[in-house]
Nanobody, 118 residues
Framework: VQLQASGGGLVQPGGSLRLSCAASGIISSIYDMGWYRQAPGKQRELVAVITISGSTNYTDSVKGRFFISRDNAENAVYLQMNSLKPEDTAVYYC?????????????WGQGTQVTVSS
């Protein structure tokens, strides 16, 4: 199983980035897909999640600025990030999560760096 995250980079405050996560080895349509981030010295936090049914949820700090979507045909999930702020600087990780009975299937990508700075 591989989750390949891409699209990170250096952007000025107020700018936009679109992160992509390509899944292989799993059928992403049967997983809840999420984006997490971890800033230096901080714990990893959930940024956004999109469920199998397409429902979305966001951490309060990104509501109205970030938008998660999925393309099941492409086996991919995306994170559109607008109005970026310096506090959005972090390594962003893609996650695939599924519970089957008592078994939890939980996969992580390698992370992509997002730096918001002037």
């Amino acid at each position: 199983v591989q989750l390949q995250a891409s699209g990170g980079g250096l952007v000025q405050p107020g700018g936009s980035l679109r992160l992509s996560c390509a899944a292989s080895g799993i059928i992403s349509s049967i997983y809840d897909m999420g984006w997490y981030r971890q800033a230096p010295g901080k714990q990893r936090e959930l940024v956004a999640v999109i469920t199998i049914s397409g429902s979305t949820n966001y951490t309060d700090s990104v509501k109205g600025r970030f938008f998660i979507s999925r393309d099941n045909a492409e086996n991919a999930v995306y994170l559109q990030m607008n109005s970026l702020k310096p506090e959005d600087t972090a390594v962003y990780y893609c996650n695939a999560d599924r519970v089957v009975g008592v078994l939890r299937l939980d996969y992580w990508g390698q992370g992509t760096q997002v730096t918001v700075s002037s």
